[in-house]
Nanobody, 116 residues
Framework: QVQLVESGGGLVQPGGSLRLSCAAS????????MRWYRQAPGKQRELVAA???????NYADSVKGRFTISRDNAKNTVFLQMNSLKPEATAVYYCNATDMDGTDYWGQGTQVTVSA
């Protein structure tokens, strides 16, 4: 059973930064793609950023230029660097991994709150 454990969430003021981490229980280079999603209260879960096994990345339009997804294969960890945070970024952030056979795995989520 693959486990994904997120960390790094918290309370930050508007304009601040946070770095989220997602530690996997097995080699992350074996996953086809790893993603960060977020879900704000009363809203649907939305894709924030993704990185493939080959290193290609893509981002939601709302975070382009401010968020960066990266992976450290040696540490089996994926990161989400979030800069210039806005109040609308407040949400629970989830790590997701898709296996080569299409199986999806999810972490338990980490809360990010952007507020003065």
């Amino acid at each position: 059973q693959v486990q994904l454990v997120e960390s790094g969430g918290g309370l930050v003021q508007p304009g601040g930064s946070l770095r989220l981490s997602c530690a996997a229980s097995r080699f992350i280079f074996s996953f086809y793609v790893m993603r960060w999603y977020r879900q704000a209260p009363g809203k649907q879960r939305e894709l924030v950023a993704a990185v493939t096994a080959g290193g290609s990345t893509n981002y939601a339009d709302s975070v382009k230029g401010r968020f960066t997804i990266s992976r450290d294969n040696a540490k089996n960890t994926v990161f989400l660097q979030m800069n210039s945070l806005k109040p609308e970024a407040t949400a629970v952030y989830y790590c997701n991994a898709t296996d080569m056979d299409g199986t999806d795995y999810w972490g338990q989520g980490t809360q990010v709150t952007v507020s003065a």
